[in-house]
Structure formats: structure tokens, C-alpha cells
């Protein structure tokens, strides 16, 4: 069965072909580095890597690339605001420089805590200035650009297919984009958008700039995505993905950039991740739910967990966190290890079980059925453990919580000194030490069962 995915340029499902197979080239936006990496962005980030993982599943050789947003990313995603870096160093008294380092960092470590494979390619904004200042000289050329005297913008009118991914008419995103702040009186359209920025008036102390054919600047955020996307992966590209919110401002403008620069299909796919609230609401500062991986470890929770409750829901259906669904995730993932501890041979996988995953993962990722699919696997009596264990470990390819190295079950040698012990004190019914010895036990993290044959540790 063929891949079937939702794209949000068709709106509906379609079969996934790559242009090049096997090859797939996959884009996916990346952080913007000026603050702490929260559960939101995790559910994203796992959402790509367990597309990315079917994929290599299905036998793909995927070329994914994440970019580092490290520069001309403002407070609104429209051209209002300030640059979320500057801002943010302003505030810690820290470099721009610092500022987008410590929190890479924190990006990376938080991806690692999720066993989020690392993309192929992971360019930064500020390390590929001069392609975008070649894109943007190539929209000037083809008279789809225009100077102010603040800023380069794209001619959002030029565009007959502008606003073709959100399917709203340019009239009424018109109406849609705040123009409650007139930052630039010679900015044409309300839809036009800035590929560079001048370090002049408001954005005159600007801290990151480049020399540039406009004097010295720093580049918009969605020029970047585009350069860095053509760079590495070509002209047309088989998947790029995103959140749902950036479907109306920032994937609306990469297409029509990237289009108007060559003359091609940007993306033949686009893959939106739906929104993740805490608690029923949205994150926000104000509520300080903006919960991270630290908050986790802190609630002595594994940071895989976190993966299996992110696949009980459909990427595209918004997702509830509590902390109870990751506890329960948790006690999932506890009961999977539980039963990985005690596996030491590795039989065949079941081929039932194996094509009833892969036919969920094709039904545009339906990864809650793969969670059942896991679980049929586990109670399923008719099935030696061993070939459990080896579907266990194919399914693991996609599921990434790491089932190869959960620590093996073992009796040390004080267990089982503690085991006799504790047989004897039962034998001769001095149950105040055998209770004492049951506690020594589970200190030691076994479970311990009073069976017909004495004492037996889980
Ligand atoms: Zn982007």
C-alpha cells in the first residue's frame, strides 16, 4: 500500500511519489533560537521525525533538511514587530550571538531527550546571507520586488497564484492582515512582505546586519526558508512541513517567492502539524504553561513517553496535553520496557503484524493504530515472546523510544541472596523478615511474587 498523505495544497489525501525516488527531499521549518524549546514545538518536531522515519520505513532514502531561524524573525509574523533575537538579548543583556547558541543548545538537547533523529542537513539563517540576497536580486530582476526606503518587498500583487495554500483571495487577506501599525507608508500592498530589511529607522541599531546591493541589512524571515530550501534540495522539493500556523503568512509567502524566482513548483506536498494546547488553552506567558523537557524529567518521567502520547492523536487533529496523558503514557512505555527487559533472543518478525503497521502508517500516518497494532503484538498468546520481541524491534524503527536499550532484566548476586533469605524466613514463618526482605527487594526495583515455588522476581 502506497503512502497516503493529506497535502494542504490539494486539500485532501493523495498517494505520495517522490520526484526522484528513492530519494524524498523533505523541508522542514525550524526553530526560531530565542527562547526555551517547549512541549508545543516537541509535538511538531516529533510529528516531522515520524514522517521521516516511514519514509526510510517504506525505503526511501530521505534528504531532510531543518533549518536555525538565528535572524529576521519579528514578534508578528507579518513585517510588524521586533526581531525575536534582538529583543530577547535586549532583555538578558546578552549578544544576539549568545542568545541563538544557548538555545540552539537547548533545541538540540531537547530533540535528543525525544530521540528526534537529526535531519540530514541543519543550515543556519546567518550562514546562507549571501543566497538570499541572490533570490532577492533574481525577484528584482523579474519585476516581482520593489525598494523603499526601509526595506526590499515582495509585490504580493504580481502573484496571480498568491494565497493558492490558504485558498484565501489576496482581497481578503487584505482585510485579514493587521494594518492597525503602518510601518512603511511606501509599502504598496498590506500583503506585501519584506525579503530584506534596511538597517535604518526602526531597525537602525539592529545588531546582526550584512552589506547588501541595498545597503547594509539582515533578510525576512521567510526568504530564508526559501534559500536555504532550494540550496540543499533543488528548485522543487517532495515535502516541506510546518505548523498549521504557518499555513496564511509564512508558507504563503515562501511559495509565492520561491515560484516567482523560478518559475517552478515550490513544493509538490505540504505537511501541517496541528496545534498542541495545555490544559484546553493555549500556551501562553501569562499561564507559564509553556512546559519543557526539564518539567518532565523533573516529574521523573521519561522524555520518550512523550512520543507515545503525541501518536495517540492524529497529527492533524489539534492535541490536548495534561500531565496525566503523559503519565499514562509514561506506564506505556514503563510496560514496554518491562517486557524488553526480559527479552534476550530475537526471533522472526510476524508479517501480519508487521503489514497491519505499515498499512496504518500509509493511512496518512494513522499512528493511534499503530499504538494498537503494538499492543495486539503484546497480547497475543499464540506468539512466541522471541517473535514478539523482533516485530517489537521493527516497529521501533518508527515508534523511537529505544527498545534496543532498555537494560536487561537481571538477578545480581545480593537478589538472590536476599531471595533465599527470604525463602527461609517464610519456610520457618518469621513473616516480619520476610516483609523486611520484600522491601529490601523492591528497593532494589524488583517486583516481588509469592509463588508455590518460593519467592520470584519480576
Ligand atoms: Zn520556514
Redesign the pocket.
Known amino acids: 500500500m502506497a503512502l497516503k498523505l493529506y497535502n494542504t495544497l490539494s486539500r485532501s489525501i493523495e498517494e505520495f511519489s517522490p520526484l526522484n525516488p528513492p530519494t524524498v527531499t523533505m ?1 522542514a ?2 526553530p526560531t533560537v530565542y527562547d526555551f524549546t517547549h512541549i508545543g514545538h516537541m509535538r511538531k518536531y516529533v510529528g516531522d521525525d515520524i514522517l521521516r522515519r516511514t519514509l526510510t520505513l517504506l525505503g526511501y532514502d530521505v534528504k531532510h533538511v531543518m ?1 536555525i ?1 538565528d535572524v529576521g524573525h519579528l514578534t508578528n509574523d507579518a513585517d510588524d514587530g521586533d526581531d525575536k533575537l534582538e529583543k530577547k538579548a535586549a532583555t538578558e543583556g546578552k549578544t544576539v550571538w549568545d542568545i541563538a547558541e544557548y538555545y540552539t543548545n537547548y533545541f538540540h538537547t531537547t530533540m535528543q531527550a525525544v530521540n528526534v533523529l537529526a535531519p540530514t542537513i541543519e543550515p543556519k539563517a546567518t550562514s546562507h546571507i549571501a543566497e538570499m540576497i541572490a533570490m532577492v536580486e533574481r525577484l528584482i530582476e523579474k519585476g516581482f520586488a520593489y525598494e523603499t526606503a526601509n526595506a526590499i518587498y515582495f509585490a504580493t500583487s504580481k502573484d496571480a497564484a498568491y494565497g493558492k495554500l490558504s485558498g484565501q483571495k489576496l482581497a481578503d487577506k487584505e482585510v485579514a492582515v493587521r494594518d492597525d501599525v503602518v510601518i512603511d507608508p511606501d509599502k504598496k500592498h498590506a500583503t506585501d512582505f519584506s525579503l530584506w530589511f534596511k538597517r535604518v529607522g526602526r531597525f537602525a541599531d539592529h545588531a546582526m546586519y550584512w552589506p547588501s546591493p541595498w545597503g547594509d541589512g539582515f533578510p525576512g ?2 526568504i ?2 526559501s534559500a536555504m530550501s532550494m540550496k540543499y534540495l533543488g528548485e522543487t522539493i517532495d515535502i ?1 512541513t ?1 505548523g498549521i500556523d ?1 499555513i496564511p503568512v ?2 504563503e509567502n ?1 511559495i509565492a517567492q520561491s515560484e516567482c524566482a523560478t518559475g517552478y513548483d515550490f513544493v509538490k506536498f505540504w505537511v501541517h502539524h496541528d496545534f498542541l494546547t495545555v490544559d484546553g488553552v493555549k500556551m501562553s506567558k501569562s499561564l507559564q504553561n509553556f512546559y519543557n523537557i526539564d518539567d518532565i524529567v523533573a516529574r521523573n518521567m521519561n522524555p520518550l513517553a512523550v512520543r507515545l502520547m503525541f501518536m495517540q492523536t492524529s497529527y492533524r487533529k489539534p492535541l490536548n496535553f495534561t500531565w496525566d496523558s503523559l503519565e499514562l503514557a509514561n506506564t506505556m512505555l514503563k510496560k514496554l520496557y518491562k517486557f524488553a527487559s526480559h527479552q534476550d533472543f530475537v526471533g522472526d518478525v510476524i508479517g501480519r503484524y508487521q503489514q497491519s503497521f505499515i498499512d496504518a502508517l500509509s493511512d496518512d500516518l494513522n499512528t493511534s493504530k499503530t499504538l494498537a497494532v503494538v499492543w495486539e503484538v503484546i497480547n497475543d498468546n499464540s506468539i512466541e515472546d522471541k517473535d514478539k520481541w523482533a516485530t517489537l524491534l521493527s516497529f521501533d524503527q518508527v515508534l523511537g523510544i529505544d527498545l534496543m536499550h532498555v537494560h536487561k532484566f537481571v538477578i545480581t548476586p545480593e537478589a538472590q541472596m536476599l531471595v533465599e533469605k527470604r525463602d527461609e524466613a517464610r519456610a520457618s514463618k518469621d513473616f516480619a523478615t520476610s516483609d523486611e526482605l520484600r522491601k529490601n527487594l523492591e528497593a532494589l526495583g524488583y517486583e516481588v511474587l509469592d509463588t508455590a515455588d518460593g519467592t520470584k522476581l519480576q
Open positions: 523541508y521549518c525550524g533549518n531561524t524571515w521567510h530564508e526558508c516541506h510546518g504557518h509564512h508558507h515562501e
